[in-house]
Every structure is written in C-alpha cells, then in structure tokens.
C-alpha cells in the first residue's frame, strides 16, 4: 500500500488529496485499488504522510 497525491487546479489555487491505495494482480495486469481517501492535505503534510506507509521509513528529525 502506498500514499496517492491528487492534485487539483481550480480559479487558479492548488488543492492536494491524498488517498491510500493498494496495487493487485488482476488478469495479468496491475489494478490499483483505494483502500480510503485521506482528504484534502496541505503541501508540509505530504512528506509524512508517504513516510508513514513507506517500507523503509526515513528520518524526517535532524540532529545538529
């Protein structure tokens, strides 16, 4: 499962939705399936929310 950003224009302002979404083998072929739509998201939220469901989760905190 991963995070899908959808981004969307309208009167000239940027929206992004976020959805989470399932990749299956279905006759040979990859269908991607939303498990849930997650709603409207800002820009600073994406990065932690793709690294919340991906594998290898990467560090968002820096040490100085």
Do not use: C, W
Request: hydrophobic residues 35%; proline residues 5%.
């Amino acid at each position: 499962m991963f995070i899908k950003i959808l981004t969307k224009t309208y009167n000239g302002e940027t929206y992004h939705y976020a959805s989470l979404v399932e990749n299956k083998r279905v006759d040979g072929k990859v269908v991607q399936t939303v498990k849930a739509n997650l709603g409207p998201v800002t820009e600073e939220q994406i990065p932690y929310l793709k690294a919340a469901y991906a594998k290898k989760k990467p560090r968002l905190v820096y040490d100085d």
